[in-house]
């Protein structure tokens, strides 16, 4: 969190020589008001350096020290934006503080409320489909984080100017600490429409089977154009939840009715897991378009031929040996995966071996398809192959680089750096998975 003395009035983060023009912090340029709620507003913002637009929530911490309870709220959804780096959330940017107030910056979403698209009536299966697979998806990966969202409805879903989903409004969301005794969550909250029964009950419940339940709400009210559970007597409308009691439109097709009777089970035990929805036919229709490969073509860059001019096939590429020893005694270096999807690793993950390069290309393109990885190798890459996992996993496919290079006569170092993907599943492939199959090719491992 970045700090500085406080500027002057709300209006005029920091001075200028242009009274017009609002600068916070010397790094924003602050517009428009977007909008304000009960203990905040959120204004359109500019980044002086990329120009790209921003919006930043602007709150009092007069008002959070009247209400003794905002302050651990407000930490929290910080906490659990900056935990949630996922294509389908809105991004945290930065968090700054004076004495008077808090800024959060975050991504600016031109799109507007996936609200405002179903007010004008029911969408096309195809085009709901495509939202609901990046709503689960983002939904998947908050949870693999430990956070359960408990607002999810279609005002918190926005949508950017290329019609992509963003999960937006951490405000209501719990972390683990927020479990009691019985691991589970005691909080009533979220929106009478979209909760899910076993939240209204008050015997506690399962923040990630409850999110689901909301996620089926909102998939009926895509495809449907109006609520599942509608009452104008609240009580009414809630006992019609407990009992799961809805009419699903003649026009849903037999998948999508298949996969929101599942979705809307009053027995939270009894509700689809996010896994089975990932593999559900409705999902899996061969009019959602595939994630374009993220494997790059099969022809290394002309930098990495050698001096003499050979091809990198030749032979391996020599490894600085004061990097392994910093790198076999330092064990998996993991840590630089977490500061960002956007900056590169300074170190892969390695092992030795004293197997020949073509031993070790081999085993590991035997160990990639057992796997369950698509194995591209190409003759002018020599020692390095890129895999990609046939299956989608949180963030998409997990793809990998596996090169081999020399250290000495006789010695090779294998190194596995990530290209895209999920970091947990990335150290689960790193630290379990590869390992059983490589035993045989294998000297020392880190550590």
Known sequence: MVTDEDPS??????ATSDPNRKVLFGKYEMG?????????????????????????KVISKDHIRRESCLSAQIQREISIMSLVGHPNVVELKEVMATRSRIFVVMEFVRGGELFS???????????????????????????SRGVSHRDLKPENLLLDL????????????????????????????????????????????????????????????????????????LMRMYSKVFRADYQIPPWFSPDARRLISRLLVADPKARISIPEILRHSWLRCSDFPSPISILPPISPPAAESDSEGKEQGD?????????????????????????????????????MSRQSPAAIV??????????????????????????????????????????????????????????????????????????????????????
Not at 9 to 14: E, F, I
Not at 213 to 222: A, D, E, H, N, Q
């Open 9 to 14: 009035p709300p209006a005029t983060p920091t």
């Open 32 to 56: 428009r008001l977007l909008g304000q709620g009960t203990f905040a507003k959120v204004y359109h913002g500019r980044d002086l350096c990329s120009r790209e637009s921003v919006a930043i």
């Open 117 to 143: 698209l179903v007010a004008r009536g029911r969408l096309p299966e195809v085009l709901a489909r495509r939202y609901f697979r990046q709503l689960i998806s983002a939904v998947d990966f908050c949870h």
């Open 162 to 233: 290329s019609g992509n989903l963003k999960v937006s409004d951490f405000g209501l969301s719990a972390l683990p600490d927020q479990l009691r005794h019985d691991g589970l969550l005691h909080t009533q909250c979220g929106t009478p429409a979209y909760v899910a029964p076993e939240v209204l009950r008050s015997k506690g419940y399962d923040g990630d089977r409850a999110d689901i339940w909301s996620c089926g709400v909102i998939l009926f009210v895509l495809l449907a154009g109006f609520l599942p559970f509608q009452h104008e007597n």
């Open 315 to 351: 032979s391996p590429r020599f490894y600085n040996a004061f990097e392994l020893i910093s790198a076999m005694a330092g064990g998996f270096d993991l840590s630089g995966m977490f500061e960002g999807e956007g900056r590169r690793r300074k170190k892969g993950t390695i092992f």
């Open 362 to 447: 081999e085993a590991l393109e035997g160990a990639g398809k057992g796997l369950g990885f698509g194995v591209a190798r190409g003759d002018r890459w020599g020692f390095k192959l890129r895999m990609e996992r046939i299956e989608e996993g949180r963030m998409g496919k997990l793809a990998i680089t596996a090169e081999v290079f020399e250290v000495a006569a006789g010695v090779a170092v294998v190194e596995f750096s990530k290209n895209s993907g999920d970091t947990l599943e990335y150290a689960k492939f790193c630290e379990e998975d590869v390992r059983s199959r490589l035993k045989d090719v294998v000297w020392a491992w880190p550590g």
